[in-house]
Nanobody
Framework: QVQLVESGGGWVHPGGSLSLSCTAS????????MGWYRQSPGKQRESVAN???????TYADSVKGRFTVSRDNDKKTVVLRMNSLKPEDTAVYYC????????????????????WGQGTQVTVSS
């Protein structure tokens, strides 16, 4: 069992920045692939970014160049740094993890993850 707790959401003006943090329980964090996805009302879930066990990162085209994902295995934490935020980035953001080591190529989607957090709201508006 893995528990994920997100923090750092909030409200920001367009063009602003926010950082989301996710802390994981369990002693095997170092071998988990991690990711973020988001969902807003009336829209499908959208994968945002992954950071793999080996540190490889992958991003959705919609956030590439604006978002950065990183991990700190000692602190069992994943951080999503979001810059140049747009109103269309408004959503509930979820941290998630895949714990079975499946050889998933490309950007991991919601169906690839085994555990996810409760989500944190990000609102971008003027």
């Amino acid at each position: 069992q893995v528990q994920l707790v997100e923090s750092g959401g909030g409200w920001v003006h367009p063009g602003g920045s926010l950082s989301l943090s996710c802390t994981a329980s369990g002693s095997r964090f170092v071998i988990y692939d991690m990711g973020w996805y988001r969902q807003s009302p009336g829209k499908q879930r959208e994968s945002v970014a992954n950071v793999r066990v080996n540190g490889t990162t992958t991003y959705a085209d919609s956030v590439k160049g604006r978002f950065t994902v990183s991990r700190d295995n000692d602190k069992k934490t994943v951080v999503l740094r979001m810059n140049s935020l747009k109103p269309e980035d408004t959503a509930v953001y979820y941290c998630a993890t895949e714990v079975h080591g499946r050889p998933i190529q490309g950007l991991m989607t919601h169906g690839d993850f085994d555990y996810w957090g409760q989500g944190t709201q990000v609102t971008v508006s003027s």
